[in-house]
């Protein structure tokens, strides 16, 4: 029970700082601090933070999903919020940010007296889709990070309709918050595989590899997608997180040379404050229309 209460506490420092203090680019840029000392975990804690690195290294990106979102020992949480938080300021792949959205909005859920929790979920929700906007410029397949960017729209939308809520002068710090932790880990951020992927290109090239044993199970499809399963999606019970997996191995996007993407991304980021003002504004907007 004292593990428990110590865990949730952990949590709810974090995100109060990350709201009441604006602690998020200063945390991107605390180096080392940032990674709780090894000696204040126990070895299997330790043993929990290595698994998820590997499955993350593996694209297994459903049991990395499940493994921190799916309610588990108590004693895991802390490790959970430590390694998704720190992979967040250290600009890691896409789906370390929208794990931890959807971890702190769970805890949101489950404390609803501390509204701090939802909000933080929120500001990184939308620093996850600026960072695919910014980074999607170095995919080779277009459609993966258009597919990205429409998949974090609708299943976090929750976290979006959160931040529209807020009182205005909190809803313009939420904003830059999220803005502000974009550029302090745009330098930090590499080629993003599961950003990437799921695209049309992935596709074709499943059908590809498949074509022959499909077409034996089923002489007259319907369409080209007819009878072969591309893709499945993670239980609806992690808070609007959608992974999408390819039914073989793992997938390996291609990446455009730097000079086919730097200033396109550039022109994109400029945009950023009038577009993320722009993108609340239509949740805000909704949001009043259901209330007539």
Not at 105 to 116: E, K, M, R, T, Y
Not at 134 to 145: E, N, V
Not at 229 to 239: G, L, M, V
């Amino acid at each position: 029970m004292r593990r428990r209460a110590a865990s949730i506490g952990a949590a709810m420092a974090f995100g109060l700082a990350l709201w009441l203090c604006g602690g998020v680019p200063a945390l991107a840029q605390s180096g080392p601090e940032a990674t709780p000392a090894s000696d204040s975990l126990t070895q299997a804690q330790r043993n929990y933070m290595a698994s998820l690195d590997r499955d993350l290294a593996a694209q297994d990106y459903d049991k990395l999903t499940k493994s921190i979102l799916k309610p588990g020992p108590s004693a895991y949480l802390k490790p959970a919020l430590d390694w998704t938080r720190n992979g967040t300021l250290k600009g890691r792949s896409i789906i370390v940010p929208l794990i931890y959205s959807s971890l702190l909005w769970n805890l949101g859920v489950s404390f609803p007296q501390l509204p701090d929790f939802k909000t933080s979920s929120g500001i990184i929700a939308l620093y996850a889709l600026l960072v695919a906007h910014a980074d999607g410029p170095k995919c080779a397949d277009p459609t993966a990070p258009a597919h990205r960017i429409d998949a974090i729209t609708r299943d976090y939308r929750k976290q979006f309709e959160a931040i529209a809520a807020l009182p205005a002068k909190k809803r313009h710090a939420a904003l830059a918050a999220a803005i502000r932790l974009e550029r302090s880990t745009a330098k930090l951020r590499t080629d993003d595989k599961y950003l990437c992927r799921f695209g049309m290109q992935e596709t074709l090239a499943i059908l590809r590899r498949h074509r022959v044993e499909k077409l034996k199970e089923k002489k007259k499809p319907k369409s080209p997608f007819a009878g072969i399963k591309i893709q499945k999606k993670a239980e609806s019970a992690f808070t609007g997180l959608e992974i999408q997996l390819p039914a073989d191995a793992p997938y390996v996007p291609s990446f455009l040379p730097y000079d086919q993407w730097a200033s396109k991304q550039a022109a994109i980021r400029a945009t950023f404050p009038a577009m993320l003002t722009a993108f609340i504004a239509k949740f805000k907007s909704q949001a009043a229309q259901r209330a007539h």
